[in-house]
């Protein structure tokens, strides 16, 4: 039995240009004589002006996730995945590999959705490692890692959405809000005739603490 990946439609865009950083900026201030002619600056202030920015020991550089270890132990793979021309996530055909919206945020990221899904099984494959999230109870850990850092998460909440239109239900793969971990795969019941799985089993989990180097 094949499953239908979810739809994210026309709200991609949007989350593409919101997904990108910000650069903090500043100029360099001058002082006046009673002339209103600007002076230099005394020799110190001016040793305050160049002294480089360091970053604090807090903050990370966000990457993509490149693993998932559910309650099970089990380790899935994690792909970057975009979108169809009909805005249909691309999710890897692979019952054993997840993918990761590009469009969403990363692990380190502050805020918004860190969007990461699979199929639940597949005719040829059988069930994936994500079948198990059909049952997932609140309070599971999920353990994302990227290429340089790892992010326990507490399953929150399961909730089953219709697998037709999303953009009613924008906190699945929204780039704004508290950072989150958002797993999805598709959830019974099953219709051939309307092409496959009608619902989508939607896991949310929030940070446990913040991500660590490996």
């Given at each position: 039995m094949g499953s239908a990946p979810a739809r994210v439609l026309a709200a991609t865009g949007i989350l593409l240009a919101a997904s990108g950083?910000?650069?903090a900026t500043g100029s360099a201030e001058s002082t006046a004589d009673a002339s209103g002619s600007p002076s230099s600056p005394a020799p110190a202030a001016a040793a305050e002006?160049?002294?480089p920015a360091r970053r604090a020991?807090?903050?990370v550089a966000p990457e993509s996730p490149a693993s998932a270890v559910l309650r099970s132990g089990r380790r899935v793979r994690v792909n970057p995945v975009g979108t169809t021309g009909a805005g249909v996530l691309a999710v890897p055909e692979d019952v054993d590999v997840a993918g990761w919206w590009v469009g969403g945020s990363r692990l380190g990221?502050?805020?918004g959705s860190i969007l990461v899904a699979a199929h639940v099984d597949s005719r040829g494959q059988g069930l994936g490692p994500f079948a198990e999230l059909l049952t997932v109870d609140p309070g599971t850990r999920v353990r994302?890692?990227?290429a340089s850092?790892?992010?326990v998460f507490e399953v929150r909440s399961r909730r089953l959405v219709p697998q037709d239109s999303l953009v009613d239900d924008s906190w699945i793969f929204a780039a704004t809000g508290s950072v989150r971990l958002t797993l999805v795969t598709c959830a019974p019941p099953y219709d051939a005739s309307r092409g496959g799985y009608r619902n989508l089993a939607v896991i949310t989990a929030v940070p446990l603490g913040p991500p660590e180097e490996t």
């Open positions: 950083g910000c650069a002006q160049v002294a020991h807090s903050v990221d502050p805020f994302l890692a990227s850092l790892q992010q």
